[in-house]
C-alpha cells in the first residue's frame, strides 16, 4: 500500500481572508460584487476588558496545534499552527506556504476603546498582495462545551469579519472558526474550520519562560489606546470611508519588506521581537527543475541518516512549516522564524500529490539552529534517495 502523508496546501488556507487580485484591480480587492439582501454592515465594536474577563485566552493559545482543517468545503488532515511567545504579551504563528506567500495570526494586549483588551493582527503576502488587518476580542462565554472567545473586525465588527476561538473543558484541544464577507462584499460565512489538539509542549513552554508570558502588559509598538490613522486605511472601491481595520499593498514581486511599509501597517515584519529569518538554498542535482519541491521544518527528523524517511508516524506530526515552493525555484527565504532547532527536509514530490510518499526522493537528515532576532542560511544538496 502506497504510504502518503498529506499536509494541506497554501491557496486553500489563505483563501480564508484573502482574494487574489492584480495591481490593476487592487482597488477590488474584496471580489466581484453581488447582489447582498440585506447588504452587509459594519456593526458596533465594544471590546471586552480582560481585566475582568478574558485574559486567560493568552496562556490558552499557546501551543503547537496539530489537527484537521476545513476549508469551504474541502477537508485537510493534515495542519498545524505552531504559536510560542514574542513578547510577554504577544503569541505569534503562522502559515509558511511557499513561493505563493504566507498566512499569519497573532494575539496581543493592547488598549483600545478605552479598555486593556486582546487584539489579533491576520494577514499574510499572497501573489504580491500585503494585507494585514486587525481584530479586537468582543465576547467571552463560558459554555457548556468548553470557554469560548469572538473576535471580530476592530473597525467593522461582525458585519465584516471575525474568528471564534473555542477550547473544550478538560482537553487540550482547539476549535477555530473563521468567518469572511470578503471585507463587506457579502454577508459573512464561514470559511475556515479548524479541529486540533495540544502537542509537543516543550516548544511554547521554553518561549514563555524566556520570554515571561504571559503578562497583562502592553508592548509599547502595539498600543492602540487612540485606535488606527484612517490615512492608511483601505478603502473599499464605493465608500469614502473604511469598513475594515485593514491595511493593503500590492506589487508584481512577493516581496514583503517593500510591501509591509507601503500598505501604513502600523507593525510590520521588522517590528516583531525574536522572530529571524532562514534562507534555504537548494542544490537539485538530479532533480529536473520542472519538479515541485516539498520544504518542511520539524521538530523531529522526516528522513534517517540515509536519507529514507523514518517509519516513525509521529515524527510527521511535528511539522511547524511546510511550503511548497514553485517549478525552478532553488532559493526561499523563510520569515517570522521562532528561535529553535529545526531539522530541515526537502521532498522532490515525483508524482504530484503535494504529500510524502513512496517514489518520492529526498536527502540524509539535516538540523539547523536558529537564534533569536537570526539571519542563518543553509544549502540541502544530495536529494538523490528515492523512497
Not at 131 to 154: M, Q
Not at 357 to 372: K, N, R, Y
Request: hydrophobic share 35%; charged share 20%; proline share 5%.
Amino acid at each position: 500500500m502506497k504510504k502518503t502523508i498529506k499536509f494541506l496546501s497554501l491557496s486553500a488556507v489563505l483563501s480564508v481572508f484573502l482574494i487574489s487580485c492584480t495591481t490593476e484591480d487592487v482597488r477590488n480587492i474584496s471580489g466581484p460584487r453581488e447582489e447582498v439582501t440585506p447588504p452587509p454592515k459594519t456593526t458596533e465594536v465594544i471590546p471586552v476588558d480582560i481585566n475582568v474577563d478574558g485574559f486567560d485566552f493568552m496562556e490558552k493559545m499557546q501551543g503547537h496545534w496539530v489537527g484537521s482543517n476545513l476549508v469551504i468545503n474541502d477537508e485537510f488532515p493534515f495542519f498545524a499552527w505552531d504559536y510560542r511567545a514574542i513578547s510577554p504579551s504577544h503569541t505569534f504563528g503562522i502559515h509558511e506556504g511557499g513561493s505563493a506567500g504566507n498566512l499569519l495570526t497573532s494575539f496581543f494586549v493592547t488598549n483600545f476603546k478605552g479598555k486593556r483588551t486582546i487584539m489579533a493582527r491576520n494577514g499574510g503576502l499572497l501573489n504580491g498582495i500585503y494585507r494585514s488587518s486587525y481584530f479586537v476580542l468582543d465576547k467571552v462565554e463560558n459554555r457548556e462545551n468548553g470557554r469560548y472567545y469572538r473576535l471580530v473586525d476592530a473597525i467593522g465588527g461582525d458585519g465584516i469579519m471575525y474568528m471564534e476561538l473555542r477550547f473544550p473543558n478538560h482537553t487540550d484541544s482547539l476549535y477555530y472558526n473563521a468567518y469572511t464577507s470578503g471585507l463587506g462584499n457579502r454577508l459573512p460565512n464561514r470559511h475556515m474550520t479548524f479541529k486540533s489538539k495540544r502537542m509537543h509542549t516543550e516548544l511554547a513552554e521554553t518561549a514563555a519562560i524566556e520570554t515571561g508570558y504571559p503578562q497583562n502588559t502592553v508592548d509599547t509598538d502595539l498600543d492602540f489606546a487612540n485606535g488606527f490613522n484612517k490615512d492608511y486605511l483601505y478603502v473599499k472601491d464605493g465608500l469614502t470611508e473604511p469598513n475594515s481595520a485593514t491595511f493593503l499593498a500590492v506589487q508584481e514581486t512577493n516581496n514583503i519588506f517593500d510591501l509591509a511599509p507601503l500598505s501604513g501597517d502600523p507593525y510590520i515584519i521588522t517590528d516583531h521581537p525574536r522572530l529571524g529569518y532562514l534562507q534555504v538554498n537548494i542544490d537539485r542535482g538530479i532533480i529536473p527543475d520542472h519538479q515541485n519541491l516539498l520544504l518542511f521544518l520539524s521538530r523531529d527528523p522526516f528522513t534517517d541518516a540515509n536519507g529514507y524517511f523514518t517509519s516513525n508516524l509521529d515524527a510527521y506530526k511535528t511539522a511547524l512549516h511546510f511550503p511548497i515552493l514553485s517549478v525552478e525555484e532553488n532559493q526561499f527565504l523563510m520569515t517570522y522564524m521562532h528561535p529553535d532547532t529545526y531539522y530541515i527536509t526537502v521532498v522532490a514530490d515525483m508524482d504530484g500529490d503535494f504529500a510524502i510518499s513512496e517514489g518520492d526522493i529526498t536527502h540524509p537528515q539535516q538540523m539547523l539552529t536558529i537564534a533569536p532576532l537570526g539571519q542563518e542560511e543553509i544549502t540541502i544538496e544530495n536529494i538523490s534517495i528515492q523512497n
